[in-house]
């Protein structure tokens, strides 16, 4: 979707955990938590490269998780390729109307729903939405977040 994007694509998260990746388990062991992400890099610079703005917000409990303490680090890669991303800590988000599911927007009409178990694992599958109602509800949430939310430079965990 990221590649058919032309002019934005948004992508809000609300959990504090997601499955546990090879990333993560190597910083939890004490290790630079590093992984190959080239291909996530290649894909948001292209759509950059093509005038797409790409944002992500992150709402957080504080104090943070160590799963979202060790994603803080590594968001580095994220800025250099080009996203935009900012931090909003859950009890600032408490009176937005969120919806119930982590997701992406491209070009503020189609909608991709994550869905993910209690225990933080993508669960199979994608929901998509173009219906222009609910694209409208998608791009109020997300803006409310990115209003409140601290860019990354500037949000401390």
């Not at 990746?21 to 080239?38: L, V």
């Amino acid at each position: 979707m990221l590649a058919r994007a032309t002019r934005s694509a948004v992508h809000l998260e609300m959990r504090d955990f997601y499955a546990p990746c090879p990333g993560f388990e190597d910083w939890m062991a004490g290790g630079d938590g590093r992984t190959d992400r080239s291909g996530w890099v290649a894909a948001v610079e292209g759509a950059v490269s093509r005038g797409v703005r790409v944002r992500r917000a992150r709402v957080v409990s504080e104090p943070v998780s160590d799963y979202t303490r060790w994603l803080y680090m590594v968001t580095d890669v994220n800025l250099k390729a080009g996203e935009e991303v900012r931090w909003l800590p859950r009890r600032q988000a408490f009176d937005l109307l969120l919806p119930g599911a982590d997701f992406w927007m491209f070009d503020q009409r189609v909608v991709l729903w994550n869905f993910n178990s209690g225990n933080g694992e993508h669960v199979e599958g994608y929901e998509y939405s173009s219906d222009p109602r609910v694209a409208a509800q998608v791009v109020a949430a997300f803006e409310q977040v990115w209003e409140r939310a601290t860019p990354h430079e500037k949000f401390e965990v």
